[in-house]
Structure formats: structure tokens, C-alpha cells
């Protein structure tokens, strides 16, 4: 496979796009960062697109494109998604983080990172390949659970630097169940997150001992009790360890989201109706699993600008993971957001 070395204004070479095992339309770019800030030798991110057959006679000059983010213990598998997309004219890419699917490379810790602020390199590249290869058209960029907090972030920190997110060229944000605050009662969190500050600060790659449940992913996975189909070294149906160090940076992360960020740009955030953390039976399939629903509800107000907050209802924590009645509803609620937007901008 052939990499790219990249810097955030570069123009990646056409000839780098090699096919993805996602299948015919699907292709993949590797973005070389260069040195791990975190220590586990050089590090890549992979650009996924989705281009079919001829979409080049059917696409204007400065169509609109969506660029998606994962979670964790994720990868961009979601081909229903990207397809959705490009049938409502859209330009689909998503990005595989460093360390984390396409791009795990073999010593380096899944998913470690010890600042959620070390993403946004990357981030930065990816909207600029983006933008590039559909003329300067504007972006919706769209995330799930982890990638939920670290997109916020990201457009807060280059709203401030480029005057505004919109003039990044992003257009609009949506986020899938987005991983808000830590999940228990108040006195739990607050004792918690003191623990993970001083151990993910000298111990940061240290797991953090838990019983380890494979309930949500065999509700996902066809081998087990779901219909959905992924490669399960990038995505164990039980999950990858969680580390000190990671942890510390999530709850950094929502530190500052609760302090309050300014995305720049409408927000259109599904969850699903009800949480229900159980480790066997039905509910699984019809609620949250992983996260807590209230939280997101409360803490969406932090992101600024216009936010529009939609609970599916049955839906999973991965929303467009669901099951067929939930995934057609939240489908339905992202295109009358999508419809609201009105014509996107191109530069």
C-alpha cells in the first residue's frame, strides 16, 4: 500500500487512493503524522471515501461532502451510511484515527491517546483533503460516541483560530450518541476522575480493571445475535482495555466541553430514547447500553450555535447501528435536518 506523508495544507497525490476491503467504491488514503507524541513509534490515519461508478456525471462543481469519526473501540465499517449519503448527492469520506482501525499498526497501544487535542492534525488534514477533492464545497462532518466529544472540541479550537468553524468550510455538525460526561452518580464521577488524573498522569497506559462484557457488541455482530457485519480485531465484541491515560483525557475533554465551546455551526444530535445498562436480554437491542441518554441531553447545550436534539426511540447506542423500525426513523430525522440546512455554501 502506498502512504502519504502530509503536512495540514498539503494536496495528497490522486495515485495514493488505493481500494478498501469495504468493496467496490470504496478507497483509502494513508496519512503519514510522522512520530507518535504518545511514544509508540510513527503514526498514520486513514481517509476512507466512497466513490461509485460514474458519480463523478452526477456530481455539481462544489457539492456538499460528509466527513465521519468513529468511537471507541470503532472503525468506519457503516457502508448503509456512506451509501445514504451519496444517494442524497452527498460526497462521503470518514476517517479512521491514529491507532484505531485501518490505522492500528502493529506495538502501538489501540486507541491510546493521552490528549484528545493530538487528533487534531489530522482532523485538519483530512477537512483539507476533503475540501480539495470536492472543489471547495462544504463539509458536515459527523461523529459517534468518543468521536462525538473530540469533534466539538476540535471545532471549538479551530473556530477560535480561523475566525469561525463555517470558514474552515464546515457547514454543519452531527453527532451520534455522543459520549458527554462519565456514566454514574455525581460522587462516583468526581472521586473517579481524581483517581484517573493521578494515575493516567504517571501510569497512562495502565488498564483500568473492569469485567469485561461482550453484551453490545453481540448485539451488533452477525457471528453472535446481530445483523452487522466488521472485522473483529478492530472492534472486539467485549471492547478494547480502557487506560488511565486515555480516560484522563476524555474527562479532560468534558471538562471543557461543560465549561461551554462554540462549534460555529448547527448541530443535529440523536441519541437513543432510554439507557438501559443490562449485561444480557432484549434491552440491549432497544436502548443505550453504553452511555447515558440524560447526560447527553444535558450537556448538548455546551456545544453553542444551533443544536437540534432528537431521541430515537429503541434505538442503540449507535444509532445507525439499530435495528430496521429505529434506523429508518433516525435516518428520517437526519434528512428533514439536512433539508433545514438549506443549500450549502461552496467557497
Not at 69 to 89: I, K, R, S
Not at 96 to 107: E, F, I, N, Q, T
Not at 207 to 234: C, F, M, V
Not at 237 to 242: A, E, R, S, T, Y
Amino acid at each position: 500500500m502506498e502512504n502519504v506523508t502530509q503536512s495540514a495544507q498539503s494536496t495528497p497525490n490522486p495515485a495514493a487512493w488505493t481500494p478498501d476491503h469495504l468493496g467496490p467504491g470504496y478507497q483509502q488514503l494513508v496519512l503519514e503524522l510522522g512520530p507518535d507524541p504518545d511514544g509508540e513509534g510513527d503514526i498514520v490515519a486513514t481517509l476512507i471515501r466512497y466513490r461509485p461508478e460514474n458519480h463523478a456525471a452526477h456530481r455539481p462543481p462544489g457539492a456538499a461532502a460528509v466527513l465521519y469519526v468513529h468511537g471507541y473501540t470503532d472503525y468506519f465499517f457503516q457502508t448503509h451510511v456512506a451509501e445514504h449519503f451519496a444517494a442524497l448527492g452527498y460526497e462521503f469520506f470518514a476517517l479512521d484515527l491514529h491507532k484505531c482501525g485501518r490505522s492500528l499498526r502493529p506495538g502501538q497501544t489501540p486507541h491510546y491517546v493521552s490528549d484528545l487535542a493530538l487528533y487534531d492534525n489530522e482532523l485538519e488534514l483530512a477537512l483539507n483533503i476533503v475540501r480539495e477533492q470536492v472543489d471547495g464545497g462544504s463539509v458536515l462532518l459527523m461523529a459517534h460516541s468518543t468521536g462525538g466529544l473530540i469533534l466539538p472540541l476540535w471545532l471549538d479550537r479551530l473556530g477560535r483560530r480561523e475566525g469561525g468553524s463555517a470558514k474552515a468550510g464546515v457547514a454543519g455538525l452531527i453527532l451520534n450518541s455522543p459520549w458527554f460526561d462519565l456514566q454514574g452518580p455525581s460522587v462516583a464521577r468526581n472521586i473517579g476522575t481524581a483517581v484517573i488524573n493521578v494515575v493516567g498522569r504517571f501510569r497512562g497506559k495502565t488498564a483500568i480493571p473492569r469485567k469485561r462484557l461482550d453484551t453490545y457488541g453481540a448485539s451488533l455482530h452477525a457471528s453472535a445475535n446481530g445483523e452487522w457485519h466488521y472485522q473483529l480485531d478492530w472492534k472486539p465484541l467485549d471492547g478494547f482495555p480502557v487506560r488511565f491515560g486515555w480516560l484522563r483525557a476524555v474527562r479532560a475533554g468534558h471538562t471543557q466541553l461543560h465549561r461551554g465551546l462554540d462549534v460555529g455551526v448547527p448541530a443535529l444530535i440523536l441519541r437513543s430514547k432510554l439507557t438501559r445498562f443490562t449485561s444480557d436480554g432484549p434491552d440491549v437491542d432497544l436502548a443505550d447500553a453504553v452511555l447515558d441518554v440524560r447526560q447527553i441531553q444535558r450537556w448538548s447545550g455546551c456545544l453553542g450555535d444551533r443544536t437540534t436534539i432528537v431521541p430515537v426511540d429503541g434505538a442503540r447506542h449507535d444509532v445507525f447501528l439499530s435495528t430496521p423500525g429505529p434506523l429508518a426513523q433516525a435516518f428520517g430525522e437526519l434528512d428533514r435536518w439536512l433539508e433545514s440546512l438549506g443549500p450549502l455554501p461552496a467557497s
